[in-house]
T-cell receptor, first 115, second 113 residues
């Protein structure tokens, strides 16, 4: 079965520190992978996406993610977080077959920033 | 501007009173979906539509209905809402080209008392 696991429910980091949010997926072929951010009271904003090609993907707001097929992972990173990065982050997967219609979401990781 | 628009943004209703949440997209996308977001569960798909007059159940369809009479609109209907449908709802659309991202609406926070 296809699934996305975000093992960390809540993470707190200090402003200016580096960040890594973990994401593991289960899918038998190469999926399309996404990271979304949801600020309090807001909708979902796409940070970055991986479809194919270079396994290190650059996104908006200084975020990047690396696709590692051998580890079935797509971890999100940022070298230096800002207080405005406090939000909930969702990793998501879209199966690669043409009739796939459902984006499968992880349960989310809430990021808090320590001043 | 590419947009998915949901209305209303906030709604408080009573058990059993029929309601409709509207969703409209301006990108001529074929795929449209409804998700609900609950703490600790992420987003779960309720219903989806692959084109006009083509709809199908997602993971949690019980208590919901949808219709797709026009390509741009995909309303979510709760015929008899119950408290367990209190949630944050998102509409999404995506084009047929699989290399395109999905666009999400701003969300509708529904409370059923």
């Amino acid at each position: 079965a296809q699934s996305v696991t975000q093992p960390d429910i809540h993470i707190t980091v200090s402003e200016g520190a580096s960040l890594e949010l973990r994401c593991n997926y289960s899918y038998g072929a190469t999926p399309y992978l996404f990271w979304y951010v949801q600020s309090p009271g807001q909708g979902l904003q796409l940070l970055l996406k991986y479809f194919s090609g270079d396994t290190l993907v650059q996104g908006i707001k200084g975020f990047e993610a690396e696709f590692k097929r051998s580890q079935s992972s797509f971890n999100l990173r940022k070298p230096s977080v800002h207080w405005s990065d406090a939000a909930e982050y969702f990793c998501a997967l879209l199966p690669g077959y043409s009739s796939a219609s459902k984006i499968i979401f992880g349960s989310g990781t809430r990021l808090s920033i320590r001043p | 501007e590419a947009q998915v628009t949901q209305n209303p943004r906030y709604l408080i209703t009573v058990t059993g009173k029929k309601l409709t949440v509207t969703c409209s997209q301006n990108m001529n996308h074929e795929y449209m979906s409804w998700y609900r977001q609950d703490p600790g569960l992420g987003l779960r798909q309720i219903y989806y539509s692959m084109n006009v007059e083509v709809t199908d159940k997602g993971d949690v369809p019980e208590g919901y209905k949808v219709s797709r009479k026009e390509k741009r609109n995909f309303p979510l209907i709760l015929e008899s809402p119950s408290p367990n449908q209190t949630s944050l709802y998102f509409c999404a659309s995506r084009g047929f080209d699989r290399n395109t991202e999905a666009f999400f609406g701003q969300g509708t926070r529904l409370t059923v008392v």
